[in-house]
């Protein structure tokens, strides 16, 4: 495993996007919607620097990336989602990648009533975005790797983490 991101580096920078948060919403409370799986540990990170009244709610969003018959269909589930009508909801996940992902969710949010929909993102990585889509916040831009830790997983493996890094083959 190479590392790619410190454990430091990550918490350093953790603490400037909860300042950065907490200054764009100036005292306003805010629903933070995590998208499961690979937004754990930012969110329990992020969420607990954060000194504003705060709600927080988890959302899926499957892709079949080419597994099933339908390639690249994604799949939203919301049933732990809390009536979020007005409410200004901060989306986190781990990574944009083609931007897909993001742009259905804040659609589906905003279709669910929310006030505003703000994203922030640990990673982003360059050269890979197929939709438009600007995050209001990202920790880290990456070089085109796939990347594990800190949340991010190979086959469900290595999201405990503390860091991010690059498997080398034979891992
Ligand atoms: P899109 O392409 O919709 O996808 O922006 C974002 C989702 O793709 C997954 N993803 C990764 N997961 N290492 C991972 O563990 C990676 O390098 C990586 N790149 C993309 C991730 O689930 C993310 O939410």
């Given at each position: 495993?190479?590392?790619?991101?410190?454990?430091?580096?990550?918490?350093?920078?953790v603490?400037e996007l909860a300042?950065e948060?907490?200054?764009?919403?100036?005292?306003?409370?805010?629903?933070?919607?995590?998208?499961?799986?690979?937004?754990?540990?930012?969110?329990?990170?992020?969420?607990?620097?954060?000194?504003?009244?705060?709600?927080?709610?988890?959302?899926?969003?499957?892709?079949?990336?080419?597994?099933?018959?339908?390639?690249?269909?994604?799949?939203?589930?919301?049933?732990?989602?809390?009536?979020?009508?007005?409410?200004?909801?901060?989306?986190?996940?781990?990574?944009?990648?083609?931007?897909?992902?993001?742009?259905?969710?804040?659609?589906?949010?905003?279709?669910?009533?929310?006030?505003?929909?703000?994203?922030?993102?640990?990673?982003?990585?360059?050269?890979?975005?197929?939709?438009?889509?600007?995050?209001?916040f990202?920790?880290?831009?990456?070089?085109?790797?796939?990347?594990?830790?800190?949340?991010?997983?190979?086959?469900?493996?290595?999201?405990?983490?503390?860091?991010?890094?690059?498997?080398?083959?034979?891992?």
């Amino acid at each position: 495993m190479e590392v790619l991101i410190t454990a430091d580096r990550i918490q350093a920078r953790v603490e400037e996007l909860a300042t950065e948060i907490v200054c764009a919403y100036d005292g306003k409370p805010v629903t933070v919607v995590g998208i499961l799986t690979g937004c754990l540990v930012f969110t329990a990170d992020l969420i607990r620097r954060i000194n504003l009244p705060l709600r927080v709610a988890f959302i899926t969003a499957s892709s079949y990336r080419g597994e099933t018959v339908v390639p690249g269909r994604l799949e939203i589930r919301d049933e732990l989602l809390p009536d979020i009508t007005g409410r200004h909801i901060l989306l986190l996940d781990d990574i944009l990648d083609t931007g897909k992902t993001l742009t259905r969710v804040v659609a589906h949010l905003i279709d669910r009533g929310a006030a505003s929909v703000k994203v922030g993102v640990l990673l982003r990585k360059i050269g890979r975005q197929e939709v438009p889509f600007e995050p209001d916040f990202v920790g880290f831009t990456i070089p085109d790797k796939f990347v594990v830790g800190y949340g991010l997983d190979f086959n469900d493996e290595y999201r405990h983490l503390p860091f991010v890094g690059v498997l080398l083959s034979g891992e």
